[in-house]
């Protein structure tokens, strides 16, 4: 009987355990943060083809990458690394082509997200974020130092 009752102690001991590793080191549910792009020049509704913060250049440009950093940590950075530094997870958004074509890219992936075979690899954020949310990231992601 003790050596049951020992047993059973233990077996709750590493579940609970499991359970602590589980929830208290991972992401879990998390919720989509919101952006605060106050400041930055709006947005017409139709989806700009290109950064239209990095076409503007100056202050916008500069104000768009402070922003992008905060909506970056809060909504990409569990899943593509701190200071856009991928882990492995997620592609390095630090290598995304350049210009046009790199925006084009980008944004159809954060609007419409990713899934294979039914299964959601990056939600889609067309629905929580702004496009100037979306081009301020995007601001910030691609004025990152590039991996030698």
């Known amino acids: 009987m003790k050596k049951r009752l020992l047993i059973a102690t233990a077996g709750l001991i590493v579940l609970s355990q499991l359970t602590l590793v589980k929830t208290g080191f991972s ?21 700009a083809l290109e950064n239209p913060y990095r076409v ?36 390095d958004l630090r290598l995304l082509e350049d210009g046009e074509f790199g925006d084009e890219w980008f ?25 100037e949310a979306m081009w301020a990231i995007r601001s910030y992601t691609e004025t990152r130092p590039r991996p030698e």
């Open 56 to 91: 503007m250049g100056g202050e916008q440009y500069e104000l768009a990458q402070k922003v992008g950093a905060s909506g970056y940590s809060g909504n990409c950075a569990r899943c593509h690394g701190l200071q856009v530094i991928s882990g492995g997870v997620a592609p």
């Open 107 to 131: 944004m159809q992936r954060v609007r419409k997200g990713y899934s294979q075979n039914g299964a959601y690899k990056m939600p889609p954020f067309e629905d929580l974020l702004s496009q």
């Open 27 to 47: 992401h879990g549910d998390v919720q989509p943060q919101a952006v605060d792009t106050e400041g930055l020049t709006a947005l017409p509704e139709e989806i």
